[in-house]
């Protein structure tokens, strides 16, 4: 069985209008539902999302980043993926998804 990281976010702002995440450890099944139950600010521009310490992603954590994408465009903000692993990058690419978080 494999071991599970818990995963952990951390909010912060940097900026006005810019809301950071960065998540650290397994974004699964488990797990997904932590992000849906996040609140920001109101009125925030941009998220940007830091993925440098993610150590899973699943389909489920594939769809809670889609969800979190959805809710910043109905805010009328923009998502924004930062620190994209190697591995990771390739996983968006293969399921179409770096089109929808617009990666280089």
């Known amino acids: ?3 599970k ?3 952990s976010v951390e909010v912060a702002t940097p900026s006005p209008g810019t809301v950071r995440l960065s998540l650290t450890g397994d974004l699964a099944f488990e797990s997904a539902g ?3 139950a996040l609140s920001f600010t ?3 521009r941009r998220l940007d999302l830091d993925l440098a310490g993610l ?3 699943d389909s489920s954590g594939l769809a809670a ?3 979190l994408h959805q809710r910043a465009e109905s805010d009328g903000a923009a998502l924004r ?11 968006l690419k293969v399921t179409a998804l770096d089109r929808l978080f617009r990666l280089p």
């Open 81 to 91: 993926l930062v620190a994209v692993s190697p591995h990771l990058r390739r996983l």
């Open 1 to 3: 069985m494999l071991d």
């Open 55 to 57: 150590s899973f992603i």
């Open 34 to 36: 932590k992000l849906a």
């Open 5 to 7: 990281t818990p995963l």
């Open 42 to 44: 109101s009125g925030y």
């Open 65 to 67: 980043l889609v969800r």
